[in-house]
Every structure is written in structure tokens, then in C-alpha cells.
């Protein structure tokens, strides 16, 4: 089974100031990870994803996510958050060992304030 | 100009009856979903096809019904089995490739009157 936490329902920053979006993970197998953006009435939309390799992934709009193996954690981040980053954001996992189905977390709503 | 069409973007529902939401890719990709969202709950997986004219439960198909005639298009039923029907619906679709990221359209809003 997999499985995929974000603990924290809403995260508040000034812009300017970093950003740090928490995920953590549960996988039999090795790990596929996203993170996605949604805004207002919209779909969700690509960032970034870790497949293997380097565990500092770089993605859309100046974010990235650290893989961290032995924390099962996949943060996102952002050195300097903006007034249009305020969105919702969902962490992602898939079982690399199986095909198909994506396990979504419960999402982040983001809020910077100018 | 490519990508996933879902449609209508806002959808009433009356009691006892079935609906039929659209969605259509034009990106050639293998494999198509639905998801229900829930506020406070994320996404959660309906149905999934990986390829023409077969399709696999997810984890809340009860209520729902879909087919994949073709390769473009993966309409979902809702059917008057399911009792709580509002939610925001999104379509999304993938290369059948291993490791793709999703591609999504911009979602459905159903509503029961």
C-alpha cells in the first residue's frame, strides 16, 4: 500500500521569505514523487517530480524538493515566495514497482502575503 | 493548441438521475483518469484506463460508471447510486510510459439541486 501525509492544512508566509511545504511518504517499493500546483477552480498543474538520481530536484516557477530517503520526506521549497504562488499544493506518490495509480496527499494551501 | 478538455465546467444534478461528464485529450496519450475532490480531502482516484477499451476501479467506483471507446475520449457516469455526488471532478491523463507526470483538465463542478 502507499501512502502520502501533508501535515500541515494551510502554511502562511511573507513574500520575500522562504517556503517550505511539507510531505511525507509510504511506498513498498522504490519511490515516484510530484508535486503539483492547483489554483482557484482550476486542475492541478506539474512542478516537479524524483524518479532517481539527484535528491535535489529543480522544477517550474523557482521551486525545488529534497529527496530524503531515510525521513521518507519529499519538501518542497521556494528560497523567496511570491503573492502569486498562494495556491493549493498536493504531494504525490506512486510505488515505482506498479503502474498507474498516483496517490494523492490531502494538499497545502499556501498563502503569502505581500 | 493541445491538452485536456473537460466539459461543462459547472453541472446540476436532480435526484435520481444519471450524468455524463466529457473529457477529451488530443495529446495521444495511452492512459486516462478521473478524480474526485473534496475539500480537505485531496484527490481521490474513480477510474483509470491504460489503454482503448479496457478501464480498472480505483478506490471510490462505487456510483460511477466509464467507458474508453477511444483513445481520446474517457466519459464518466454519474450515476443515481451515488448519494453524494458534489464534488469537484478532474480528468487527467498520461504516456503509458512509467514515471510520467499527469496532465489535467481544468475540472467539472457537480452540484445535486
Known amino acids: 500500500a502507499q501512502s502520502v501525509a501533508q501535515p500541515e492544512d494551510q502554511v502562511n508566509v511573507a513574500e520575500g521569505n522562504p517556503l517550505t511545504v511539507k510531505c511525507t511518504y509510504s511506498v513498498s517499493g522504490n519511490p515516484y514523487l510530484f508535486w503539483y500546483v492547483q489554483y482557484p477552480n482550476r486542475g492541478l498543474q506539474f512542478l516537479l517530480k524524483y524518479i532517481t538520481g539527484d535528491n535535489l530536484v529543480k522544477g517550474s516557477y523557482g521551486f525545488e524538493a529534497e529527496f530524503n530517503k531515510s525521513q521518507t520526506s519529499f519538501h518542497l521549497k521556494k528560497p523567496s515566495a511570491l503573492v502569486s504562488d498562494s495556491a493549493l499544493y498536493f504531494c504525490a506518490v506512486r510505488d515505482g514497482g506498479s503502474w498507474g495509480k498516483l496517490q494523492f496527499g490531502a494538499g497545502t494551501q499556501v498563502v503569502v502575503t505581500p | 493548441d493541445g491538452g485536456i478538455t473537460q466539459s461543462p465546467k459547472y453541472l446540476f444534478r436532480k435526484e435520481g438521475q444519471n450524468v455524463t461528464l466529457s473529457c477529451e485529450q488530443n495529446l495521444n496519450h495511452d492512459a486516462m483518469y478521473w478524480y474526485r475532490q473534496d475539500p480537505g480531502q485531496g484527490l481521490r482516484l474513480i477510474y483509470y484506463?491504460?489503454?482503448?477499451?479496457?478501464?480498472q476501479k480505483g478506490d471510490i467506483a462505487e456510483g460511477y460508471s466509464v467507458s474508453r471507446e477511444k483513445k481520446e475520449s474517457f466519459p464518466l457516469t454519474v450515476t443515481s447510486a451515488q448519494k453524494n455526488p458534489t464534488a469537484f471532478y478532474l480528468c487527467?491523463?498520461?504516456?503509458?510510459?512509467?514515471?510520467?507526470?499527469?496532465?489535467f483538465g481544468s475540472g467539472t463542478q457537480l452540484s445535486v439541486l
Open positions: 484506463s491504460q489503454i482503448v477499451n479496457d478501464f
Open positions: 487527467a491523463s498520461s504516456p503509458r510510459t512509467g514515471g510520467e507526470k499527469l496532465f
